[in-house]
């Protein structure tokens, strides 16, 4: 649980550090997969654990 909570802290800052809608389509397009990649990650962590989502 530990590291869900952390990997959830990180990306916050990661999304207030650099925001995804302002990039430019290259970057933007990278964040999004960024962004997608850590949900699932939560979401199969989460599962895990029993919490639904």
Known sequence: MQLLV??????????EACPILKASKTIKSSRLALAALTAET????????????
């Open 6 to 15: 952390e990997l959830a802290g990180l990306f916050m800052r990661f999304f």
């Open 42 to 53: 939560l979401r199969v962590g989460l599962d895990l654990l029993g919490i639904e989502t």
